[in-house]
């Protein structure tokens, strides 16, 4: 796919918990960035592990205005770049404790615009009185999953690449976030379970597709902490079979990527001689083939 204007974006998603999400959000940003990328890292998880994973765990404490503001309140929707801080390998907005009410808050605007729109016979005055930051008068439209896509509008421009880490489950969050990328990369684990999640990934998209018209394109597939069993070869050819248009790429469990993790860093700057590091300059070259970028010459 060729970008039209503005920067690349990716969500980074998959409900199911403990895939190591996060650390695969980090080190393609870094990747990205490794390769010259300019990158714009954004936490759209409200218990902000990447926000701690990237080393900026004061700013989950930091007072308003934050992301949560950003998102739910019209006001301040052109003030995300005031919300960006400077990382060593990307530019991060931080995620924040306030994030914790983000998903009642957009699923309440979601509401108003679907009851403003005539779709549901309730006041959106009534409705936006249970919100924090939402009035009828902010929400336009049949529906509120463009809220991160009008904010990022105001910065993309300064970027190559938007990464977005999603949250660990599904909802009008993650459902804004994949609304303002278009495009998912999918981090699973090799275990049986995650035929389900993928199952799940799938339908979600679908009616995420219905409800907005938009289409959403699956980028690849991250199979994360493989190891050297029978499952794991297993679940490897399930994804292949089900991704058959996608790459899938493989991501060996190593210690390495935690140790960088606890530093606040990606391993590009932890330690690049960790052979994974070779597999997310792989998913960096994917990406730039993708989106259109020239290659990187030396």
């Not at 990237?54 to 770049?81: H, I, M, N, S, W």
């Not at 994949?178 to 035929?195: D, G, H, K, M, Q």
């Not at 597709?209 to 394109?217: F, N, R, Y």
């Not at 994974?276 to 989106?291: C, H, N, P, S």
């Amino acid at each position: 796919m060729a970008r039209s204007t503005g920067s690349a974006r990716i969500c980074v998603t998959n409900a199911k918990g403990g895939t190591g999400k996060t650390t695969v959000a980090i080190n393609v940003a870094g990747a990205l960035s490794e390769r010259g990328r300019d990158v714009l890292f954004v936490d759209l998880d409200p218990q902000g592990n990447a926000t701690e994973g990237l080393g900026l765990l004061e700013e989950y404490d930091a007072a308003p205005p934050t992301l949560f503001d950003v998102l739910t309140d019209g006001d301040q929707r052109d003030r995300l770049g005031d919300l960006v801080v400077e990382h060593p390998e990307m530019d991060v907005v931080p995620s924040n404790i306030d994030m914790l009410q983000a998903e009642r808050e957009l699923t309440i605007a979601d509401l108003v615009a679907r009851a403003t729109d005539g779709d549901v016979d309730i006041d959106p005055a009534a409705l936006s009185a249970l919100a924090v930051n939402v009035t009828p008068d902010t929400v336009a439209g049949g529906h509120a999953l463009d809220t991160l896509d009008d904010a990022l509008a105001g910065v993309e421009d300064d970027y190559d690449y938007v990464v977005v880490d999603s949250p660990p489950f599904y909802g009008k969050l993650t459902d804004t976030g994949i609304y303002a990328t278009r495009n998912i990369l999918v981090p699973a684990l090799t275990e049986a379970t995650s035929e389900r999640a993928i199952e799940l990934l799938i339908d979600q998209m679908t009616a995420l597709e219905g409800q907005t018209d938009i289409a959403v394109d699956t980028l690849g597939v991250v199979a994360n902490r493989v190891e050297t069993t029978g499952e794991d070869e297993t679940m490897l050819e399930w994804f292949e079979a089900v991704f058959s248009d996608d790459a899938v790429w493989e991501v060996r469990k190593r210690v390495a990527l935690q140790r960088a993790f606890s530093a606040g860093e990606s391993i590009f700057a932890y330690d690049p001689s960790v052979d994974m590091a070779d597999v997310f300059l792989d998913i960096a070259a994917d990406l730039d083939r993708q989106f259109g970028y020239a290659e990187v010459t030396a």
